[in-house]
């Protein structure tokens, strides 16, 4: 055999038995408790407190914002999506093709609660100083309820009476905001107090 074929040979054969060498071995590990799952990535997947999986949400970004916390979100009936965030106290209109803008920049830092108004608008329930907003469609705001003010929880009863100025289900939605901006929703600490 030529020189030349054997080298080719024991090259080949070198190559072939070092083959394994780059071979990764199985590797086994026990994941029992939610906390070890949570150790690893989980996507499309929901683990509950008893470490039990099952199917979760699929996931998909609609649209990004440089706000750090995402407090709250309700969907209007045109397919539009606001978000209020914090610590900047904004909302984010996110239309049905997933275009978004800023629709409303509130004084405060974070905008805790959100709830469609008549018309088109939201009422935003803000934090730290309890005051909720209502928005018109157009992203124009006035100050529907103030805890600072001094006609408190009266002036916000008499505000919300269902009837030509506000049908019951803004009245619901008004009373949800003010609940959340006061801290007064159920588990809150002022709630339990």
């Given amino acids: 055999m030529p020189i030349r074929a054997r080298l080719l040979l024991t090259t080949a054969i070198v190559a072939v038995a070092l083959i394994p060498v780059y071979a990764s071995s199985p590797k086994f590990f026990q994941a029992a ?5 949570l150790k690893g990535d989980v996507d499309n997947l929901s683990i509950d407190a008893h470490g039990q999986l099952t199917l979760g949400p699929v996931t998909e970004l609609v649209y990004e914002t440089s706000a750090p916390f995402l407090w709250s979100m309700v969907a209007a ?3 539009s999506l606001f978000i209020g965030t914090g610590n900047e106290g904004k909302v984010f209109r996110v239309d049905a093709q997933g275009k978004g803008s800023m629709f409303f920049d509130s004084a405060e830092l974070e905008a805790h609660a959100l709830a469609l108004a008549p018309n088109g608008g ?5 934090s730290p100083d309890g005051k ?3 928005v018109d469609r157009n992203g124009t705001a006035t100050t529907f309820f103030s805890a600072s003010s001094s ?3 009266a002036a916000i009863a008499a505000a919300c009476a269902p009837g030509p100025r506000m049908p019951a289900h803004s009245l619901a939605a008004a009373v949800m905001a003010a609940t959340v901006a006061l801290g007064m929703a159920p588990g809150s600490p002022r709630a339990a107090s």
Avoid: L, W
């Fill in 132 to 134: 909720i907003y209502k």
């Fill in 77 to 79: 009936p045109d397919g």
């Fill in 122 to 126: 939201i009422y935003v329930g803000t």
């Fill in 33 to 37: 408790t939610q906390s070890d799952f």
């Fill in 151 to 153: 006609r408190g929880a």
